[in-house]
Structures are given as structure tokens and as C-alpha cells.
Antibody, heavy 120, light 107 residues
Framework: EVQLVESGGGLVQPGGSLRLSCAASGFTVSSNYMSWVRQAPGKGLEWVSVIYSGGSTYYADSVKGRFTISRDNAKNTLYLQMNSLRAEDTAVYYC??????????????WGQGTLVTVSS | DIQMTQSPSSVSASVGDTVTITCRASQGISSWLAWYQQKPGKAPKLLIYAASSLQSGVPSRFSGSGSGTDFTLTISSLQPEDFATYYCQQASSLPYTFGQGTKLEIK
């Protein structure tokens, strides 16, 4: 059974930093595409970042230059380093493992989410 | 970026009804589309991928169709556990984008 468990969320002041972690079991982080998706309170889903199995990384324009996605293969864990946080970054952050079907990738496995609140 | 537009934003239906939700992409995405179900306080769940392929474990009353720019999710014989919010998502190109969601409510 695949399990993705996020941690690291919390309350942070504007301009501050936070690092989210996503510990995976039953799913190899280094062999799959892994992503972060967020959801602001009462709003829809927004893709944040992806790291490919080969190590390439991509970001939404809204977080580019402020957020960094990475992984620790030995710990089978995905990370999201968030710097220069803004009020509009307040959201539940989901870790997702992508499955590949017919040359496209979909968010197949999801964690339970961790809440990040940016407020003074 | 590819914009995804769902309609309706909300729909009311009764147990046993059939409901159809539509999703339109701002440009052609072939069949690279997924549908997700999300219940309050829970993570989204993949229902349909590649526009019409049913994810393992998902009941057969869920079905998807379409290609290019227009897609539909149909839920037949609604069950109480189907009342949730549904999102479409394009997997054609980065950035991945989602529709704004369709809330399915009990009538």
C-alpha cells in the first residue's frame, strides 16, 4: 500500500521560511515523478512543483525563485523548501506521486496534506 | 498556460440520478485529462485518467469521455458517497492546471 505522509506545516510570518517533508512508503520517490499541489482555504487545486525521476525540476510561476523541490533517495522523502513566504501562499500543501499512462502523468497517490499559514 | 473551465460550478442531484460534468481546455490536449474527486477535509482521489480510463478500484458508475478540448465526467446511479467536489486536470503540458471544481450536492 502506498503511503505519503507530509509534515512541516505551521504558522510562519510573511517573509519567513518553512520546509515541508513527504515521507513515502510503498512508492519509490526517486523512480517516479513527485509533485506538490496546494489548495488555499475554500479554493481549488493549484499545482506548485514537480521533480522528475531524472532529477529535473519545474515550478509554477507563482513560486518560481522562492520554492525549491528536492528529494532524499536514501530516506525516500520529498521536500519543499519555501522561502520569502507571502500571505497568498497560505494553503494545504499536498504531496503527490504521479503515475505514467500513455506518455502522460497523473496525480495517482496523494498525502493527507499539511497546512501552511502565512500571517503576522 | 492551458486554462481548464468546468461547468457547472455546482449541481444538485438525488441518489440514483445521473450527473454529467463538463470540462473545456483552452487549447487541444488530446486525451491527456484526468478527473479527481475530493471530499471535505480529504485529499483528492484520482478517478479517471487519459480522459476515459478508470483508475483501479473506482466504481464503474464513473465514466469519462472526450478528446481535444471538450471532456465529460458522467456519474450514473448516484450513491450517497459520490457527493463531493470534482476537478478536471490537464496533463498535456506544464504547468499542470486544474478546473475550478464542480460541487455535487444532494438535492
Amino acid at each position: 500500500e502506498v503511503q505519503l505522509v507530509e509534515s512541516g506545516g505551521g504558522l510562519v510570518q510573511p517573509g519567513g521560511s518553512l520546509r515541508l517533508s513527504c515521507a513515502a512508503s510503498g512508492f519509490t520517490v526517486s523512480s517516479n515523478y513527485m509533485s506538490w499541489v496546494r489548495q488555499a482555504p475554500g479554493k481549488g487545486l493549484e499545482w506548485v512543483s514537480v521533480i522528475y525521476s531524472g532529477g529535473s525540476t519545474y515550478y509554477a510561476d507563482s513560486v518560481k525563485g522562492r520554492f525549491t523541490i528536492s528529494r532524499d533517495n536514501a530516506k525516500n522523502t520529498l521536500y519543499l523548501q519555501m522561502n520569502s513566504l507571502r500571505a497568498e501562499d497560505t494553503a494545504v500543501y499536498y504531496c503527490a506521486g504521479l503515475g505514467s499512462y500513455n506518455s502522460a502523468e497523473y496525480f495517482q497517490h496523494w498525502g493527507q496534506g499539511t497546512l501552511v499559514t502565512v500571517s503576522s | 498556460d492551458i486554462q481548464m473551465t468546468q461547468s457547472p460550478s455546482s449541481v444538485s442531484a438525488s441518489v440514483g440520478d445521473t450527473v454529467t460534468i463538463t470540462c473545456r481546455a483552452s487549447q487541444g490536449i488530446s486525451s491527456w485529462l484526468a478527473w479527481y474527486q475530493q471530499k471535505p477535509g480529504k485529499a483528492p482521489k484520482l478517478l479517471i485518467y487519459a480522459a476515459s480510463s478508470l483508475q483501479s478500484g473506482v466504481p464503474s458508475r464513473f465514466s469519462g469521455s472526450g478528446s481535444g478540448t471538450d471532456f465529460t465526467l458522467t456519474i450514473s446511479s448516484l450513491q450517497p458517497e459520490d457527493f463531493a467536489t470534482y476537478y478536471c486536470q490537464q496533463a498535456s503540458s506544464l504547468p499542470y492546471t486544474f478546473g475550478q471544481g464542480t460541487k455535487l450536492e444532494i438535492k
